[in-house]
């Protein structure tokens, strides 16, 4: 029912390491508990033990990937003190946490400051957008690393972030426990990235992606639109078809694909035939207000859709940056090579701080905050020095990721590069320190095993919590 492929973008070719620089005081987080049933009944699994108040505070996360990878100088970590080819033409802007600065160009994510954690230091050590993207996404480093155009496939087919949360989360209600939008991510040559599926647990795990095109003319999804022929009794009907085929089957032996078929054909028949869970697409029913505080951009449609669905019950949903139609083939979504500045400043980071800035204000004023944990970041960094186009390449070894709610303290700074942002300074954080930490406040032990298809056990992470932030 869901299709698994869509329009992609094409891009080119002992404590001293947990330190952490405070700056500031705690943000005031939401108390409320709103979501759904579903998320209600999905806790530890078994085995998991809690530690400390954040463990299990999350109920829904939000990942926000901007693909591309945005530099840190003009975003999260500016650097006012180094060589003008080093901090680029935008300097730092003050926050609500005194002593905590951020780019210019984010004036309103300024304003939020007290609800954000931002991590400094993160590091794949991998320039290559699909090897780096698929360790950020699944939490284990791709074989080989730096592997520009790389494929899906043994040995690298390590379940996505999404697929783990599908796997180990209860079944039941109508919505999928993960789900993907608006679209997957591609490599220059249009193959999909590595990490995005689930790997060696099937496509049972998948989460569910929705090819959406969200536009301010309104917005159409692929997999969830009935056509205007079939109304809700003959969607009845094919149902009935379905729940009837099973017994008429009865003596061929129906193997795991047909199983995995049952259980994603009727998710979606409960999806399209629930109209409360259907109502979380219709971006139309939100307050025009807040249409507009999250803007017309396609990404801004996207996230203010990703808390729509984790209200309506949606565990995990990352939320993919879109190529619009008028992005250079040679430059596309925040793979600056040339001509950075104005990139940044008339094309990604105005979008980017307007819905970002919105999500957090609005989930804090729906008291879903505290339970809804807000992850920004992207396959890697940029490197320290502008070139002679005016551009940055691709950089692995330093760069920032911001976490919010759901169990993080707001108002600090995890980390530090170096005086031009080139390396880590202190307070490293490797992708599997990062997966490690979502599923903690999502409720889930690192430890915690699943089991591929073979009956082999995982563990859901190999990295270590960063309790400090918590």
């Excluded at 299709?3 to 947990?18: F, I, M, N, Q, T």
């Excluded at 002593?99 to 993160?122: F, Y």
């Excluded at 679209?183 to 099937?202: C, E, K, M």
């Excluded at 070139?387 to 976490?403: E, I, K």
């Amino acid at each position: 029912m869901l299709h698994l492929l869509g329009p992609g973008a094409r891009l080119c070719d002992g404590r001293s390491r947990r330190e952490v620089l405070r700056i500031g005081g705690l943000g005031l987080l939401g108390a409320g508990l709103n979501l759904s049933d579903l998320l209600r009944s999905a806790g530890a699994a078994e085995g998991s033990t809690a530690v400390g108040s954040s463990f299990g505070r999350a109920r829904s996360c939000i990942l926000l990937f901007l693909m591309g990878g945005p530099p840190q100088h003009s975003t999260w970590d500016p650097k006012p003190d180094a060589p003008a080819e080093v901090r680029g033409d935008f300097g730092p802007i003050a926050t609500t946490v005194p002593g905590l600065s951020i780019s210019e160009l984010m004036p309103q994510t300024a304003l939020v400051a007290d609800k954000i954690c931002i991590l400094r230091a993160v590091s794949t050590g991998d320039n290559a957008h699909s090897s780096s993207g698929y360790y950020m996404l699944t939490g284990q480093p791709h074989r080989p690393m730096n592997f520009e155009n790389a494929n899906p496939g043994p040995p690298n087919d390590i379940p996505s972030l999404g697929a783990v949360v599908r796997k180990i989360s209860k079944a039941g209600g109508a919505v999928p426990p993960a789900v993907t939008l608006p679209h997957r991510i591609f490599n220059t040559d249009g193959s999909v990235w590595p990490g995005q599926d689930a790997g060696f647990l099937g496509r049972a795990a998948d989460p569910w992606l929705l090819n959406a095109r969200l536009s301010r003319e309104g917005e159409t999804f692929q997999e969830i639109t009935l056509p205007a022929e079939i109304d809700q009794a003959r969607l009845g009907r094919r149902r009935h078809l379905l729940d009837d085929l099973p017994r008429r089957l009865d003596a061929l032996d129906r193997g795991p694909g047909a199983e995995a078929f049952d259980q994603q054909a009727r998710q979606a028949f409960d999806l399209l035939g629930s109209p409360q869970s259907r109502r979380a697409f219709h971006l139309e029913d939100e307050p025009e207000a807040n249409r507009e505080r999250y803007g017309d951009s396609p990404f801004g449609r996207g996230v203010l859709l990703a808390r729509r669905l984790v209200e309506a019950g949606v565990r995990l949903v990352q939320v993919n940056w879109y190529r619009g139609p008028d992005e250079p083939p040679a430059n596309p979504c925040w793979d600056s090579h040339t001509q950075e500045s104005a990139r940044l400043k008339n094309v990604l980071v105005p979008p980017t701080d307007r819905a970002y800035s919105a999500l957090l204000e609005d989930l804090h004023r729906r008291g879903l905050l505290d339970e809804t944990l807000v992850v920004c970041m992207a396959e890697f960094g940029r490197s320290p020095r502008l070139d002679a186009g005016g551009g940055r390449n691709h950089w692995g070894s330093v760069f920032s990721v911001t976490m919010a709610g759901g169990g993080v303290r707001g108002g600090q700074v995890y980390g530090s590069s170096d005086r031009i942002g080139a390396h880590p300074a202190e307070g490293r954080v490797r992708p599997e320190d990062l997966s490690a930490t979502i599923f903690h406040c999502l409720g889930h032990a690192p430890e915690t095993e699943y089991h591929d298809p073979l009956g082999r056990p995982h563990p859901i992470s190999r990295g270590e919590v960063l309790h400090a932030i918590l």
